[in-house]
């Protein structure tokens, strides 16, 4: 990348839970692997001098809409605001 973007540096905002999956099933099995997703991608961006963003505010139900998905304007605040670190770092 350095060669096509002198100067750039890659930001990996992680991936946050969801709240349902859209089937009953075991909610906590389906996240394994978005955290698995989450720690090798952080892995990989730190170790190229890239930054990490979490979204360690995000994961009350209160801020996704009633579909367990997608976040209400509360939750898309905190996420935008995550962003908005992430990217000054």
């Known amino acids: 990348m350095e060669g ?3 100067g750039a540096k890659v930001v990996w905002s992680t991936i946050i ?5 859209g089937r ?3 909610e906590e ?10 720690w090798e991608v952080s892995r990989y961006v ?8 979490g979204h360690p505010g995000i994961g009350k139900a ?7 998905v997608h976040l209400m ?14 990217c000054k770092l």
């Not at 209160?62 to 367990?68: A, Q, Y």
């Not at 304007?73 to 992430?86: P, S, T, V």
């Open 62 to 68: 209160e801020l996704f809409r009633p579909d367990g």
């Open 46 to 53: 730190l170790q190229i001098g890239g930054a990490v963003v």
């Open 4 to 6: 096509s973007a002198p």
């Open 29 to 38: 099995g389906l996240n394994w692997p978005r955290r698995g997703v989450n």
């Open 73 to 86: 304007d509360a939750g898309l605040n905190i996420f935008l605001e995550d962003l908005r670190k992430g």
């Open 17 to 21: 839970p969801r709240q349902c999956w």
């Open 24 to 26: 009953p099933s075991n």
